[in-house]
């Protein structure tokens, strides 16, 4: 029996066109002489729903599409496809989290999701109801399966016994013996995340002494990027072969033998930095595709944090989707125009430069007067920023074209960001970045040539917002920065250091200002946005 | 055996604090002769928490302090106070939402709270481990007690029968014989929500054929708003008595009796919008409080909206704690600045005057040459509300004031309020009234003496950013608007009439806006706001 791996990137709420996609997969499977082709985790509705799931009608129209795709499915072929099911109780929340397996003219059986998210981003248990996996055992002519939906299988122990979860669903339901064991997933990416998700596949492959697949979607959605990198392992746990990452992929291999896969093999041990540039250049393409937006402008100041941001808005929308400004007033350095200027020319795009020296005096005398203000301060240096937001966000309204907002998650700790200046912007592309990975993705961007003048690599980050001006007057050095950023935001551990304490101390005074923060990409394990949830109005002081 | 409600304004993360409160309403219930003094959920720790609880040392803090409390709890008196107890097994969620019952010298047991609740701005499943209730009876002398937290009685079906909850764990455990049952909450308020929990208070009361207490938190924690009204009910679940709405309060009562309440007695019928108003000013004075600022300033446009904003901020903080800006250009009516100096005289602040006619057109002048502008429109009405949000961000770094924001709810639903501009602040004041609930409060405002001039009431809203511009160019009137925005965002209805589909696919388009909203005063059952979670990446086509 071969079977399929469609690894989709699927559009969140647009069905009539998961539907086509879907259709147009299993006809490619087909083709590859699959029996049973595998879809990600709610890929017929698209994930994350979050609170579209408000919205009935909307499961109503997932509803409706999956009938008219059932009729689609050609003879010979069974498809294991995700997405939301009402709840017909008058008891527990509103929907389940489902796979149909389906096939021509008929949906088989459902399934459900039993273990349901609630950490980071996910909020699986404000409308979904949890299900039963002892219910998830299925047959195929003579081929038994078990079938599991993303977090069902993450209940296992870590190496030191703990787990978020009392209970391991798996271990409760009896076990019995299957050919395979399949979970679908929409498993966001992150560093070191691939490493987690083989852990809990080889530890639910090697309870089932069964082979398994792990079938994840790829795609971005808001601040989430969905890697795909689906993989099959054998009874043993043992990864034989690997989907494309951060692409649509299928593939399909035989049942009996674990052989015959079509794609490009193994694994490949891939570049950090590599996969890096990849998520943030989905993460930009989806936001803007997924948003209908076609076009995204950006000032370039001369750093490296605007620059590295230019070149993933090249690699993802091409050098005539993207506009770049040069913004400067009497504290930008010359090198800092040049430097900019080489860029832009260098990604093939014009540099429109629009000095705010005369604007930013004429605000300047009117606050001075107005608020009797005798010298320079924040207050005018804040100015310039928003000057510079008010500009970009006038660009966005007469061009329609979305602004890309350029800080970086050290900046962001530390609040060292303008609220409604440079912090304006419709995404955060490098708002899960430190500053270190900053500088790696832009050494990355120069491995083949200088793409970046290496100027903008090597001199001291500055905000050119007063005369001589360097991030370190106000901020630690970034490789200390970065390591308590680290530290505290994404290991989330106890402050150790002065650093440490410095950060949490900052960190919870400006939380105001992410409040209102843009959507950030994320691909840490712990990112700013909607996964990480403070209060603003409160007292606590863990470092006194 | 007497019994003290101790309804009091914990502050988030403030353990002294909360401490020194608690130990203050301790001495204060001895001397009203109680035996038992019961405070609500959380009120050590403060709540809501949100992603605090990541932060282990601060638990550790909060751990601290209740044996700093239980030392100095008098000989002759049971306390029932809430806050974090950390999971100490290896699975499982890392803490539990508990009560301690504490005495001199002692903490004899801790009860864990089983119903975590999930929905809207709630989101105790990402820390919280579930307790059981079976665990939550005990004695005091000769009398009986069963002790809930919060959600753990809201599990009842309503009269429909549902209930989001498969199961009422209510039901579920063995039913003692009690003299009274407690349950100790940190319920936000909403129009309405008073008879939810009557409800719910009744049904628990009746099962347990007991007298009940309901001792809910009072005061304000970012959006959300805790209005207290703690209550007791005799075991057929009829009201005997209720602690003030909006203020801390301490009432004590016989439990043999269901007597001898010291406090004002079963509540009066109490005026919707005067509701409205004390919990908008509740609202703005612990934002401030609990941020430490103690000034805030607004745009008064000679609007409804900022009138009424200014009206609220004036009697949280009082005049010296609010400056008044005006901020006119051409477009703006001379009718519109003499009525909003008229209302700054009423309400004893002077109205600071900036013209932003001269920045306006510099900044149009550049504008209009680099992006190539022949025509007014959009892009020069958004100038002039970033203008302003530039302006007034600048007198917020320049004075440490914060800055309120005035859009109603009405306006955030159809994005009729500019990114960056009239949206900047750092607190939607009224961003949960419609603009129906506007008016109300203006006309209640207005009770004894014209305190906002008539003529604001009566003109038609205009955002005067063109000349002889209206709001209902651009929105349907907003009595319709209003309807639709209460059936679609409040009731999560289905779109019904032309109106509700229109808006159900603006909301989907402004998301983006709204993402970056400051924090809303929630006083409806669902706000905009960190209790609802929409993307913004997506195709969803609900009304096609």
């Known amino acids: 029996m071969r079977i399929a791996l469609a690894q989709i990137n699927a559009t969140l709420g647009d069905f009539n066109y998961n539907k086509d996609k879907i259709l147009n997969y299993i006809q490619s499977a087909k083709e590859k002489k699959a029996e049973l082709v595998i879809f990600p985790e709610a890929s017929l509705f698209g994930y994350h729903p979050f609170d579209l799931l408000e919205r009935e009608a909307l499961v109503d129209q997932q509803t409706k599409t999956l009938k008219d795709l059932v009729k689609k499915i050609p003879a010979g072929i069974f498809v294991l496809v995700g997405g939301f099911e009402k709840n017909k109780n008058k008891k527990g929340r509103p929907y389940y989290n489902v796979v149909f397996l389906c096939a021509k003219n008929k949906i088989l059986k459902t399934f459900r999701k039993e273990l349901l998210p609630t950490g980071d981003v996910f909020d699986e248990a404000r409308f979904i109801e949890k299900g039963k996996l002892s219910e998830n055992y299925f047959k195929i002519g003579s081929k038994k399966f078990f079938l599991t939906i993303c977090e069902d299988i993450w209940a296992w122990e870590n190496k030191k016994g703990e787990s978020i979860y009392l209970e391991n669903p798996l271990k409760k339901i009896k076990k019995q013996k299957v050919d395979l064991v399949i979970n679908m997933s929409a498993s966001p990416f992150f560093q070191g995340k691939l490493k987690q998700r083989e852990y809990v596949v080889q530890k639910t492959a090697k309870h089932f002494k069964a082979p398994m697949v792990y079938v994840n979607l ?3 959605q808001d601040e989430i990027i969905y890697d795909g990198q689906s993989f099959l392992v054998d009874k043993k746990g043992i990864t034989r072969f690997s989907c494309l990452d951060f692409e649509e992929d299928l593939n399909v291999f035989d049942l009996d033998t674990l052989e015959d896969w079509n794609g490009r093999g193994a694994k490949n041990k891939i570049l950090e930095t590599e996969q890096l540039r990849k998520a943030l250049v989905l993460g930009i393409k989806d936001f803007c595709g997924k948003t209908g937006l076609s076009k995204v402008h950006l000032g370039l100041s001369g750093g490296i944090d605007s620059a590295v941001v230019a070149c993933l808005a090249v690699d993802a929308l091409g050098p005539n989707n993207v506009k770049l400004f040069a913004l400067p007033t009497k504290f930008n350095q010359k090198q800092s125009f040049d430097l900019a200027q080489t860029l832009a020319k260098n990604l093939k795009i014009d540099l429109q430069t629009i000095s705010i020296q005369s604007v930013f005096e004429n605000i300047k005398s009117v606050v001075d007067q107005e608020y009797k203000i005798n010298e320079f301060s924040l207050v005018h240096e804040n100015l310039q920023s928003r000057i510079r937001g008010l500009l970009m966000m006038a660009y966005s309204n007469k061009a329609g074209s979305l602004l890309l907002t350029t800080g970086n998650k050290s900046e962001y700790a530390t609040g060292y960001a303008t609220l409604y200046g440079d912090m304006c912007g419709g995404l955060a592309v490098i708002g899960d970045l430190t500053k270190k990975q900053v500088y790696q993705l832009a050494e990355h961007f120069n ?47 106890r402050a150790k250091s002065k650093i440490d304490k410095w950060l949490v101390d900052i960190l919870m005074k400006t939380e105001f200002k992410r409040w209102q923060s843009a959507p950030v990409l994320k691909v840490s394990e712990h990112s700013f946005g909607r996964g990480r949830r403070y209060p603003v109005a409160h007292r606590s002081k863990e470092c006194v």
Not at 453 to 476: G, V, Y
Request: glycine share 2%.
């Open 218 to 220: 790829v795609g971005a």
């Open 447 to 493: 491995k083949e040539y200088e793409l970046i003048p290496h100027e903008i690599i090597t001199r001291p980050p500055s905000a050119e917002l007063r005369p001589n001006q360097k991030d370190q007057d106000s901020l630690p050095e970034y490789d200390v920065l970065d390591q308590a950023v680290v530290d505290i935001v994404e290991d989330r551990k």
